[in-house]
T-cell receptor, first 114, second 113 residues
């Protein structure tokens, strides 16, 4: 049973560019959340997708957008990259029936903005 | 003020020691309390979760929640070098029909052989 998979694992961009990160949830999970984890910090909630719609959003600007596909996979897009966007981007999946907020995380995509 | 406060450490202890990791929180709406372990260059993995005040034990790990003090702890007994990782506390509350998870900063733990 494959867990949460993310791609790419590492990437380098320059300021002003755009990036797309991809995530496939764990089998049987239909809810996908994205988190940003800066070095030495805990993960910060970006947004959550369920039934192809953004259900919740954290305190991130509109430069951060996402999408969920019918097969529950998801994309995170970041436009007009800033140096401060350098971080580990984590995708997490969960089943809607889970009451605890328990999340299963992928290994992350490490983004470096130069 | 952050919703969840966690001492980032680093914390270094000898093998076999008892480790105590702690978090405090300010929002009484939090319902579930979790501890995640994150190895270097990996995603977080769930160690334990609790709902009510009290203790929950799983092998060498014990999670403790004190809702009246808004304080949670994770104890590791007979610590092993393989326990060296960053430990993240996390708490969830319901917003708009969905559970929202808020993480602490993480405590970096090293167990020395």
């Amino acid at each position: 049973d494959a867990g949460v998979t993310q791609s790419p694992t590492h990437l380098i961009k320059t300021r002003g560019q755009q990036v797309t990160l991809r995530c496939s949830p764990k089998s049987g999970h239909d809810t996908v959340s994205w988190y940003q984890q800066a070095l030495g910090q805990g993960p910060q909630f970006i947004f959550q997708y369920y039934e192809e719609e953004e259900r919740q959003r954290g305190n991130f600007p509109d430069r951060f957008s996402g999408h969920q596909f019918p097969n529950y996979s998801s994309e995170l897009n970041v436009n007009a990259l800033l140096l401060g966007d350098s971080a580990l981007y984590l995708c997490a999946s969960s089943p809607t029936s889970g009451p605890t907020g328990e999340l299963f995380f992928g290994e992350g995509s490490r983004l470096t903005v130069l | 003020q952050k919703e969840v406060e966690q001492d980032p450490g680093p914390l270094s202890v000898p093998e076999g020691a008892i480790v105590s990791l702690n978090c405090t929180y300010s929002n009484s709406a939090f319902q579930y309390f979790m501890w995640y372990r994150q190895y270097s260059r990996k995603g977080p993995e769930l160690l334990m979760y609790t709902y009510s005040s009290g203790n929950k034990e799983d092998g060498r790990f014990t999670a403790q929640v004190d809702k009246s003090s808004k304080y949670i702890s994770l104890f590791i007994r007979d610590s092993q070098p393989s326990d060296s990782a960053t430990y993240l506390c996390a708490m969830s509350r319901q917003i708009q029909g969905a559970q929202k998870l808020v993480f602490g900063q993480g405590t970096r733990l090293t167990i020395n052989p």
